[in-house]
């Protein structure tokens, strides 16, 4: 950490007077300064830094036994000269660098318009800046703006503004941005550092008119959320994936306008998740990649609509570690729920065939319209619910449920494992014993059927005997029947017939179900037909 003679000067005339606690760049890293000072055993001026990057810093802002900063992180923090970090620049320049880059001509995405950029001075009225109303200033290094008005007079239209990716430090210097954007409705600020206001109230000026905030990667927790949220009072969507927030904590007159919450790639404690559920107008809800296991209503019982997120419709708990059937007996409770997306969790993962498990939550939760992006058609309930019936059928008996109205008391346990049964059952009527199907057992899920394939308008084709999983979908079977029988193109049809049902022939006619689902057992021929 050596300095050349003369430089030091020219260094420390470099750093800005509020430097500590600005953000930087260096060597395409950012960073916040934490220190400005001398350095035991050197010589000239050091910005002690901590990287938004742990892995880029050396240690916890200490260096030969003294402690010139802290870090969150043990190896966050380094010590830079200030001629290899840069503070930015201010919204004008980084606007007129943008205009100047593209104007031999060239076209460039600035707004909702794609613009012909010939420079500030060469913009016809058409094209001119004050007229844009979409600005994108990604990853231009932004720090905040000069005092005046000159932001107002330049871009006086601008509804959405993306800042993301900037060296923007705290609210104060953005607001300072954005107060001169009186129709600014839509604000992106991923991946920026921005320190809470010790008075958030003083800027809500700045904010009047906002409706749509990206504050994703900010590093920002739930109660810091909280603390800013009143300086966003017309807020309706709000994206806060990838920050620090673990446990949710009730929104006290803040945030009761939001219609969208983005929570998704953050570590948050399952059971604080029902502290945000009195958000009244909550529409979308995103938990995707949050570590939940469990999700509970426990103001109602089973079978109950609870007073939780009373507007939410659509739910996203994709990538999480839901494991058990009773957390889709919980979402039964959501009121307004018509969109949920499961996928890639043990519970869906862990049935060998998906169809099976995508008619269980569909017969679990009975107001869902899109199960995953899936829509659910009235034949897909129809089907899900009826099988739900058979499928839990003897449990039901097993539990104290009869067929005849007045002797049917199925046991707590069973209702509060099958909330929606006996709702199906007045839905539907109880099924007859010969449909009840006994629970298969894991190890018998994926068993290998021998099946004869026989051509009944070919004669010439000799009958094919194959071993075939239980588990394999009908469309699959029609695959290896083309390449079998040599008819590439061909459009199958298929039934089968069983010695237990001589004389009938029953039709194979959904691609999507499994052999199983159709009760083919070990020894039915199945019939080949094509056109």
Same mark, same amino acid.
């Given at each position: 950490?050596?300095?050349?003679?003369?430089?030091?000067?020219?260094?420390?005339?470099?750093?800005?007077?509020?430097?500590?606690?600005?953000?930087?760049?260096?060597?395409?890293?950012?960073?916040?300064?934490?220190?400005?000072?001398?350095?035991?055993?050197?010589?000239?001026?050091?910005?002690?830094?901590?990287?938004?990057?742990?892995?880029?810093?050396?240690?916890?802002?200490?260096?030969?036994?003294?402690?010139?900063?802290?870090?969150?992180?043990?190896?966050?923090?380094?010590?830079?000269?200030?001629?290899?970090?840069?503070?930015?620049?201010?919204?004008?320049?980084?606007?007129?660098?943008?205009?100047?880059?593209?104007?031999?001509?060239?076209?460039?995405?600035?707004?909702?318009?794609?613009?012909?950029?010939?420079?500030?001075?060469?913009?016809?009225?058409?094209?001119?800046?004050?007229?844009?109303?979409?600005?994108?200033?990604?990853?231009?290094?932004?720090?905040?703006?000069?005092? &005046?008005?000159?932001?107002?007079?330049?871009?006086?239209?601008?509804?959405?503004?993306?800042?993301?990716?900037?060296?923007?430090?705290?609210?104060?210097?953005?607001?300072?941005?954005?107060?001169?954007?009186?129709?600014?409705?839509?604000?992106?600020?991923?991946?920026?550092?921005?320190?809470?206001?010790?008075?958030?109230?003083?800027?809500?000026?700045?904010?009047?008119?906002?409706?749509?905030?990206?504050?994703? &990667?900010?590093?920002?927790?739930?109660?810091?959320?909280?603390?800013?949220?009143?300086?966003?009072?017309?807020?309706?969507?709000?994206?806060?994936?990838?920050?620090?927030?673990?446990?949710?904590?009730?929104?006290?007159?803040?945030?009761?306008?939001?219609?969208?919450?983005?929570?998704?790639?953050?570590?948050?404690?399952?059971?604080?998740?029902?502290?945000?559920?009195?958000?009244?107008?909550?529409?979308?809800?995103?938990?995707?990649?949050?570590?939940?296991?469990?999700?509970?209503?426990?103001?109602?019982?089973?079978?109950?609509?609870?007073?939780?997120?009373?507007?939410?419709?659509?739910?996203?708990?994709?990538?999480?570690?839901?494991?058990?059937?009773?957390?889709?007996?919980?979402?039964?409770?959501?009121?307004?729920?018509?969109?949920?997306?499961?996928?890639?969790?043990?519970?869906?993962?862990?049935?060998?065939?998906?169809?099976?498990?995508?008619?269980?939550?569909?017969?679990?939760?009975?107001?869902?319209?899109?199960?995953?992006?899936?829509?659910?058609?009235?034949?897909?309930?129809?089907?899900?619910?009826?099988?739900?019936?058979?499928?839990?059928?003897?449990?039901?008996?097993?539990?104290?449920?009869?067929?005849?109205?007045?002797?049917?008391?199925?046991?707590?346990?069973?209702?509060?494992?099958?909330?929606?049964?006996?709702?199906?059952?007045?839905?539907?009527?109880?099924?007859?014993?010969?449909?009840?199907?006994?629970?298969?057992?894991?190890?018998?899920?994926?068993?290998?059927?021998?099946?004869?394939?026989?051509?009944?308008?070919?004669?010439?084709?000799?009958?094919?005997?194959?071993?075939?999983?239980?588990?394999?979908?009908?469309?699959?079977?029609?695959?290896?029947?083309?390449?079998?029988?040599?008819?590439?193109?061909?459009?199958?049809?298929?039934?089968?017939?069983?010695?237990?049902?001589?004389?009938?022939?029953?039709?194979?006619?959904?691609?999507?179900?499994?052999?199983?689902?159709?009760?083919?057992?070990?020894?039915?021929?199945?019939?080949?037909?094509?056109?």
């Amino acid at each position: 950490m050596r300095v050349r003679d003369g430089e030091e000067s020219t260094m420390e005339e470099a750093v800005p007077v509020d430097a500590i606690g600005r953000r930087i760049v260096c060597d395409e890293e950012r960073a916040t300064v934490r220190y400005v000072g001398t350095v035991t055993s050197t010589k000239g001026m050091w910005l002690g830094v901590e990287w938004d990057n742990s892995e880029r810093g050396k240690h916890d802002g200490s260096h030969q036994g003294v402690s010139y900063f802290t870090c969150r992180h043990p190896t966050g923090g380094s010590f830079v000269r200030p001629k290899k970090a840069s503070f930015g620049v201010d919204y004008l320049t980084a606007l007129r660098e943008r205009y100047e880059k593209e104007r031999e001509g060239e076209e460039f995405t600035f707004s909702s318009k794609t613009l012909e950029m010939v420079g500030f001075q060469g913009l016809t009225n058409k094209q001119r800046v004050e007229n844009v109303i979409e600005v994108a200033l990604r990853h231009c290094e932004i720090w905040g703006t000069a005092p &005046g008005t000159e932001i107002r007079k330049t871009t006086p239209d601008v509804e959405l503004l993306d800042l993301s990716q900037n060296l923007l430090s705290s609210w104060e210097a953005l607001a300072a941005i954005t107060e001169q954007l009186k129709k600014l409705r839509t604000l992106q600020l991923g991946y920026n550092r921005l320190t809470v206001p010790s008075d958030p109230s003083t800027l809500n000026h700045a904010f009047t008119n906002l409706r749509v905030l990206a504050l994703t &990667g900010c590093a920002i927790t739930w109660p810091e959320v909280l603390q800013c949220a009143g300086m966003w009072p017309r807020v309706e969507e709000l994206y806060l994936s990838e920050n620090n927030i673990t446990e949710l904590q009730r929104p006290v007159d803040v945030l009761q306008s939001l219609t969208h919450l983005d929570l998704s790639n953050n570590s948050i404690t399952s059971e604080t998740l029902t502290e945000i559920g009195q958000l009244p107008r909550l529409v979308t809800l995103n938990l995707t990649n949050t570590g939940l296991t469990v999700i509970e209503f426990n103001d109602v019982p089973p079978g109950s609509k609870t007073a939780m997120f009373p507007a939410l419709q659509k739910l996203s708990l994709m990538d999480n570690k839901i494991a058990e059937w009773r957390v889709l007996n919980e979402l039964e409770k959501l009121a307004s729920l018509v969109h949920l997306i499961l996928q890639r969790n043990p519970l869906m993962d862990g049935e060998r065939n998906p169809q099976t498990a995508r008619q269980l939550a569909i017969a679990r939760v009975g107001q869902l319209l899109q199960l995953t992006g899936s829509q659910i058609t009235s034949n897909d309930r129809r089907g899900a619910e009826l099988d739900y019936i058979k499928t839990f059928g003897m449990e039901w008996l097993a539990s104290g449920g009869h067929w005849e109205p007045e002797k049917n008391h199925p046991s707590a346990d069973f209702t509060t494992q099958h909330p929606r049964y006996l709702t199906l059952l007045r839905k539907y009527g109880a099924p007859d014993e010969s449909e009840l199907k006994p629970e298969i057992p894991f190890a018998l899920k994926n068993q290998l059927l021998t099946l004869t394939f026989v051509c009944p308008d070919d004669m010439d084709r000799k009958p094919i005997q194959k071993k075939l999983p239980c588990s394999m979908v009908v469309q699959k079977v029609k695959g290896l029947l083309h390449r079998l029988l040599k008819l590439p193109g061909a459009e199958l049809r298929l039934s089968y017939t069983c010695s237990r049902m001589e004389g009938t022939e029953i039709e194979i006619d959904n691609d999507l179900k499994t052999m199983q689902f159709y009760s083919v057992e070990d020894g039915d021929s199945v019939l080949v037909r094509w056109s």
